[in-house]
């Protein structure tokens, strides 16, 4: 399979009055066409600001960022101009997302009016119709205002803007974390849909385990700002190998009352990202760190096949 898009060595780093900020720290991952790399973790690991910086949406620090074998980190204003046909994003709030003063089919419609990809207005409102089809909103609404419709709505609206362009990769910020649970299934069954119709490549960006469970081929977890695991889906949720991978797996609600579930506590100070010291960042909550993860950063390392860990003591805690 081809490879549509990675990512060496990437960092954004924010400035503030105490220091610099690391927001995403040298992360690395590559993710094949037609495939959806999940990205989870606490809020504040740094899963947003990664999505954004993909996008140009915010600028990178360092690092590199190739799409489609074209290195793409620090593209001219007309050649991210062209990239934003292929690379799009559904924002995670579908009710500041979207401008309350313009009607649904507007919406739907402006970035077609912006890259003139229609020779007609007939070939428009035909294009307007047939995505309003496809993410399932009712053609009765095209003239209505977003505050006239609910949250499942509006972020359906949100889908078809960003399909609008026929892009070929898109960044899913949470983009169900906002709505009702039954809401949440139709928006993932669509988007599934939607990615098997199109070739659709997704980064899925979330703090719901489930949700990701259902919806990735491949998962990345993020703590301040720095890839501590990464492999295959089901062999995440099946032999979880990082200790921080293991507790917020362990949160995760079990639907038999009987089962026995171990709930692993994580106690401890979070480490500051504003110029964070040498050594694990999960180091002071883990319950098996030693001195040399105070020390030294632990490396993305392959430890089992297609399976990344970075850990100093990944072997002694799995057997490996």
């Known amino acids: 399979?081809?490879?549509?898009?990675?990512?060496?060595d990437l960092k954004k780093y924010f400035k503030t009055p105490h220091g610099m900020l690391h927001a995403v720290d040298g992360v690395n991952f590559s993710i094949e066409e037609g495939k959806t790399l999940g990205v989870v973790g606490e809020s504040g690991c740094g899963k947003s600001t990664l999505g954004?910086?993909?996008?140009?949406?915010?600028?990178?620090s360092d690092g590199q960022i190739i799409f489609d074998g074209e290195d793409i980190s620090s593209p001219s204003k007309s050649r991210l101009k062209e990239l934003r046909k292929d690379m799009q994003i559904i924002f995670q709030d579908p009710y500041s997302s979207i401008d309350p003063r313009m009607k649904v089919s507007d919406i739907i419609g402006e970035p077609m009016k912006i890259y003139k990809t229609c020779k007609s207005n007939d070939e428009y409102n035909k294009?307007?119709?047939?995505?309003?089809d496809t993410v399932g909103l009712a053609q009765r609404v095209a003239n209505s205002y977003p505050h006239e419709l609910d949250g499942g709505r509006r972020q359906r609206i949100g889908i078809a803007r960003a399909l609008a362009l026929d892009p070929r990769f898109i960044v899913c910020d949470e983009p169900v974390s906002a709505l009702d649970v039954s809401i949440?299934?139709?928006?993932?069954?669509?988007?599934?849909?939607l990615q098997d119709q199109r070739g659709l490549t997704y980064i899925f960006i979330t703090h719901n385990l489930s949700v990701v469970k259902h919806i990735s081929d491949d998962i990345c977890v993020m703590y301040l700002?720095?890839?501590?695991?990464?492999?295959d889906a089901k062999e995440l949720f099946k032999?979880?190998?990082?200790?921080?991978?293991?507790?917020?797996?362990?949160?995760?609600?079990?639907h038999k009352l009987n089962a026995k579930h171990e709930r692993i506590i994580l106690k401890?100070?979070?480490?500051?990202?504003?110029?964070?010291k040498p050594g694990c960042r999960f180091a002071p909550r883990c319950l098996y760190a030693e001195e040399k993860c105070f020390q030294c950063d632990p490396q993305l390392t392959e430890v089992k096949s297609n399976h990344f860990v970075a850990c100093h003591c990944v072997n002694k805690l799995n057997n490996i």
């Open 239 to 254: 032999n979880q190998l990082h200790p921080y991978t293991k507790a917020l797996l362990s949160a995760i609600p079990r």
């Open 127 to 132: 294009k307007v119709s047939e995505l309003m």
């Open 268 to 276: 401890g100070e979070l480490t500051s990202p504003i110029n964070p």
């Open 1 to 8: 399979m081809k490879t549509l898009l990675e990512v060496k």
């Open 184 to 193: 949440q299934a139709q928006i993932l069954n669509l988007m599934q849909d």
């Open 225 to 231: 700002g720095k890839l501590v695991e990464k492999c």
């Open 52 to 60: 954004r910086v993909i996008l140009h949406l915010l600028e990178r």
